[in-house]
């Protein structure tokens, strides 16, 4: 069965760079997460969208944005990155509240 | 305010014991409740749901959950046991997933340690 795919799965970047984190759900799920996973922490809540439109908006600095395409894949922009901004990031997706699943994350250390 | 709490941060069995990993939730509405274990550097892999129906709920691994409404709890549970189960545990609560509700709130985890 098809899974979440997230893209990169590694990423190293320098402080003050950008990064664009990608994410496809499954084919057919209408709902996209996203999810950032300190060190040690766990998963909190960044951002969602629903057929396309953000649906609903957590502890996501201004430094961040993201977007769902028309294909639904959605994409994870981080500018002006911080040395805080090391974690995992997970995508997950859903339809209807079923089927939440989760990709494998992409680990993103800046240095 | 909705919010999980796992009371054990860090739990050690022995193998071939019985595990129970405790889990309460505060929601406002009827809650979605999940299982999710995590060995390090890796992704989220979930255990087991409780969308509705049977309180209680078999996952894959020999995991089964309890949802108790009237404790707000929702415990993990194992018979036996196996080294390989060492990993970290979170359990996570969570609403319709379409619209402006769907996002998982997750406990702080509980790291399980197995004894050979």
């Known amino acids: 069965a098809a899974g979440v795919i997230q893209s990169p799965r590694h990423l190293i970047k320098e402080k003050r760079e950008t990064a664009t984190l990608k994410c496809y759900p499954i084919?057919?799920?209408?709902?996209v997460y996203w999810y950032q996973q300190g060190p040690g922490q766990d998963p909190q809540f960044l951002i969602s969208f629903y057929e396309k439109m953000q649906s609903d908006k957590g502890s996501i600095p201004d430094r961040f944005s993201a977007q769902q395409f028309s294909d639904y894949h959605s994409e994870l922009n981080m500018s002006s990155l911080e040395l805080g901004d090391s974690a995992l990031y997970f995508c997950?997706?859903?339809?209807?509240?079923?089927?939440?699943?989760f990709g494998s994350g992409t680990r993103l250390t800046v240095v | 305010a909705q919010s999980v709490t796992q009371p054990d941060i860090h739990i050690t069995v022995s193998e071939g014991a019985s595990l129970e990993l405790r889990c309460n939730y505060s929601y406002g509405a009827t809650p979605y409740l999940f299982w999710y274990v995590q060995s390090p550097g890796q992704g989220l892999q979930l255990l087991l749901k409780y969308f509705s129906g049977d309180t209680l709920v078999q996952g894959i691994k020999g995991f089964e959950a309890e949802f108790k409404r009237s404790q707000s709890s929702f415990n993990l549970r194992k018979p036996s046991v196996h080294w390989s189960d060492a990993a970290e545990y979170f359990c996570?609560?969570?609403?319709?997933?379409?619209?402006?509700?769907?996002?998982?709130?997750f406990g702080q985890g509980t790291t399980l340690q197995v004894k050979p």
């Open positions: 996570a609560v969570g609403g319709k997933g379409s619209g402006n509700t769907g996002k998982l709130i």
């Open positions: 997950a997706s859903s339809t209807h509240g079923y089927g939440y699943t």
């Open positions: 084919p057919r799920h209408d709902t």
